[in-house]
């Protein structure tokens, strides 16, 4: 059974970037779609400035017309903190047999032994870390031995069994961050390009991201 990819963020806002990294990831991984998470509130960041239906509403604007992505609103219905190892243990009791993959920047991988009960997670799905060509993980003790046990060099075993592989795909990675683009809305920049227009819109039409409280 075809794979599916799960990536979760903040998206505030969402941008070319985590699109990009979507994409690219289920070109790279034959996914038959990502489901793009937003969060309802992080266990460890502040909270996100814009709030979470509207978060949502730039998601949907972002990916009309885009069948390989959709949207998913489970943590943002939850309330509360998200975390991770509840979102996908709810995924699994929906789709019991589906291979599902997490996906995680290089960055979100090496912090993954902070997260709640994170040896679940690989229990519940793959994770596919998306890094750059010529950089290499730097894990900690217990990533490395995680590591040992779970990863896999080759993606078709992504789509062999529903869970327990960790793969690293090189794929193009856009520089750009959602704080970068809060920023230059503060300071009364142009951040055209760097996020999709009806996304751009909804931030202009309900004044997101103006103060310096927003960075």
Same mark, same amino acid.
């Given at each position: ?22 994409l690219?990831?289920a ?9 793009? /998470?937003?969060?309802? #509130?992080?266990? !460890? %960041? ?5 709030? &979470?239906?509207?978060? +949502?509403?730039?998601? $949907?604007?972002?990916?009309e ?7 998913d ?23 019991a ?26 229990? /519940?799905?793959?994770? #596919?870390?998306? !890094? %750059? ?5 730097? &894990?900690?003790?217990? +990533?490395?031995?995680? $590591? ?25 990675v ?7 683009i ?12 760097l996020?999709?227009?009806p ?7 309900y ?9």
């Amino acid at each position: 059974m075809t794979a599916v990819g799960i990536l979760g963020g903040t998206f505030d806002p969402i941008h070319h970037g985590h699109l990009r990294l979507a994409l690219e990831m289920a070109a790279a991984l034959e996914l038959a779609a990502v489901r793009l /998470l937003p969060l309802h #509130a992080p266990p !460890h %960041r502040e909270p996100p400035i814009a709030p &979470p239906e509207l978060r +949502l509403r730039m998601i $949907l604007a972002a990916i009309e017309g885009q069948e390989t992505l959709l949207a998913d609103d489970r943590e943002i219905k939850r309330q509360g903190i998200s975390y991770t190892v509840d979102t996908l243990a709810e995924l699994r009791r929906e789709h019991a047999e589906v291979p599902l993959c997490l996906i995680l920047g290089m960055d979100a991988f090496l912090s993954l032994p902070t997260w709640r009960h994170w040896e679940r997670i690989i229990g /519940l799905a793959h994770i #596919a870390v998306a !890094h %750059r060509l010529n950089t290499a993980p730097l &894990p900690s003790a217990a +990533l490395h031995a995680f $590591l040992h046990r779970h990863r896999t060099g080759d993606p078709k075993d992504l789509h062999r069994t529903r869970a327990g592989r960790v793969y690293f795909a090189v794929i193009p990675v856009l520089e750009i961050s959602a704080s970068g683009i809060r920023k230059r809305i503060a300071a009364g920049g142009n951040v055209h390009f760097l996020l999709p227009e009806p996304v751009l819109q909804l931030i202009h039409r309900y004044g997101l991201y103006r103060t310096a409280s927003s960075l």
